[in-house]
């Protein structure tokens, strides 16, 4: 590219000027611009338009997306002045994939080197794992869960809104799923001055979806259950409780039971409860002398819901759920 046309590419792209406070926050990482450190915009800037972030003098400081009802008026992306293209967001999902193989927590792509660890949430069941976690992965206000071949997926950002058929389209060619659905129906939507609605938004409508963490199945429906579906950030977290706690446990608003339930396949002897705002979840342990079989029983004070889908019936194993690695896969992260 000639010097005349990257000139022209970079005046093409509107520029966002931002208080010394704001500069100094952004220059220290931070990845939000306020409105309130906004010193001028051009007028009628569409809702999630790409822009450079600039100081009082002009210099460059970020690439960003802007926002125009968030009180975050930018979401900064990159500290290179390069454009925020498909390939761009194609790259940060892929880079999101890589980080959690590397770790463990998502199966290697066939002919892919990896660590070599398989993730312990996904022996002989369905892979499910978060793929992209917002800010943690250089997407701010961006959510992706898979579970299998379905994705489910948050746009919390005027900007990811305003790509959400390009967005599925990448999550799907990153991941390979084949179903992509969107729960942007919570109240974080309210903050963002956006609507509340979910669907589908590639491939058909999935139903009842099944995947395990560790030795517990569970099932969620990825259009009615909470959020997008799983609770799938705490998923290694569900697993080093059940392998390292004792005692007597208490699992308040536990929603599917993710701790109650892998506290309960723990071979030490437990008193074990699970408490929701709509669901009392009890559990019967395996007996010291190693019973193959064991039951759960989960009662509603309410409705019937997929959360007693989530207390399915499994056969028993002599040995705990095994630990999970405890790195976090958005620690390598870098903008």
Same mark, same amino acid.
């Given at each position: 590219?000639?010097?005349?046309?990257?000139?022209?590419?970079?005046? @093409? !792209?509107? %520029? *966002?000027?931002?208080? +010394?406070?704001? /500069?100094?926050?952004? #220059?220290?990482?931070h990845?939000?611009?306020?409105?309130a450190?906004?010193?001028?915009?051009?007028?009628?800037?569409?809702?999630?338009?790409?822009?450079?972030?600039?100081?009082?003098?002009?210099?460059?400081?970020?690439?960003?997306?802007?926002?125009?009802?968030?009180?975050?008026?930018?979401?900064?992306?990159s500290?290179?002045?390069?454009?925020?293209?498909?390939?761009?967001l194609?790259?940060?999902?892929?880079?999101?994939?890589?980080?959690?193989?590397?770790?463990?927590?998502?199966?290697?792509?066939?002919?892919?080197?990896?660590?070599?660890?398989?993730?312990?949430?996904?022996?002989?069941?369905?892979?499910?794992?978060?793929?992209a976690?917002?800010?943690a992965?250089?997407?701010?206000?961006?959510?992706?869960?898979?579970?299998? @071949? !379905?994705? %489910? *997926?948050?746009?919390? +950002?005027?900007w /990811?809104?305003?790509? #959400?058929?390009?967005?599925?389209?990448?999550?799907?060619?990153?991941?390979?799923?084949?179903?992509?659905?969107?729960?942007?129906?919570?109240?974080?939507?309210?903050f963002?001055?956006?609507?509340?609605?979910?669907?589908?938004?590639?491939g058909?409508?999935?139903?009842?979806?099944?995947?395990?963490?560790?030795?517990?199945?569970?099932?969620?429906?990825?259009?009615?259950?909470?959020?997008?579906?799983?609770?799938?950030?705490?998923?290694?977290?569900?697993?080093?409780?059940?392998?390292?706690?004792?005692?007597?446990?208490?699992d308040?608003?536990?929603?599917h039971?993710?701790?109650?339930?892998?506290?309960?396949?723990?071979?030490?002897?437990?008193?074990?409860?699970?408490?929701?705002?709509?669901?009392?979840?009890?559990?019967?342990?395996?007996?010291? %002398?190693?019973?193959?079989?064991?039951?759960?029983?989960?009662?509603?004070?309410?409705?019937?819901?997929?959360?007693?889908?989530?207390?399915?019936?499994?056969?028993?194993?002599?040995?705990?759920?095994?630990?999970?690695?405890?790195?976090?896969?958005?620690?390598?992260?870098?903008?």
């Amino acid at each position: 590219m000639s010097n005349a046309t990257q000139a022209s590419a970079l005046t @093409a !792209v509107p %520029s *966002v000027t931002v208080t +010394a406070r704001g /500069a100094a926050r952004a #220059r220290a990482g931070h990845p939000w611009i306020f409105r309130a450190d906004v010193a001028s915009a051009p007028p009628r800037l569409a809702a999630g338009a790409e822009v450079r972030a600039t100081d009082a003098r002009g210099n460059f400081i970020a690439r960003a997306f802007w926002a125009a009802k968030s009180p975050i008026a930018l979401r900064l992306f990159s500290r290179k002045d390069e454009p925020l293209d498909t390939a761009f967001l194609r790259e940060r999902l892929a880079a999101a994939l890589s980080r959690r193989r590397e770790l463990g927590f998502a199966e290697a792509a066939p002919g892919q080197a990896g660590s070599g660890r398989a993730a312990p949430a996904q022996q002989g069941s369905a892979q499910a794992y978060r793929l992209a976690h917002g800010e943690a992965d250089l997407l701010p206000g961006y959510f992706v869960d898979v579970y299998g @071949a !379905v994705a %489910s *997926v948050q746009h919390l +950002a005027e900007w /990811a809104e305003a790509r #959400r058929e390009e967005l599925a389209a990448l999550v799907s060619e990153v991941s390979g799923a084949s179903s992509v659905v969107a729960r942007d129906d919570g109240s974080a939507r309210d903050f963002e001055g956006l609507p509340r609605r979910k669907g589908a938004l590639l491939g058909p409508a999935p139903g009842e979806v099944r995947y395990r963490e560790g030795e517990v199945e569970l099932s969620v429906d990825l259009l009615t259950d909470h959020k997008t579906g799983g609770y799938l950030d705490q998923r290694e977290n569900h697993l080093l409780a059940g392998a390292l706690a004792r005692g007597n446990a208490l699992d308040a608003f536990c929603y599917h039971g993710g701790f109650a339930l892998q506290l309960s396949s723990s071979s030490a002897p437990w008193t074990k409860r699970g408490v929701d705002s709509m669901w009392w979840c009890s559990t019967r342990p395996r007996s010291p %002398s190693g019973a193959t079989a064991w039951r759960r029983r989960c009662a509603s004070t309410k409705r019937s819901t997929t959360a007693a889908r989530a207390c399915s019936r499994r056969a028993g194993s002599s040995s705990p759920a095994p630990a999970p690695a405890r790195s976090r896969p958005s620690c390598s992260a870098r903008w």
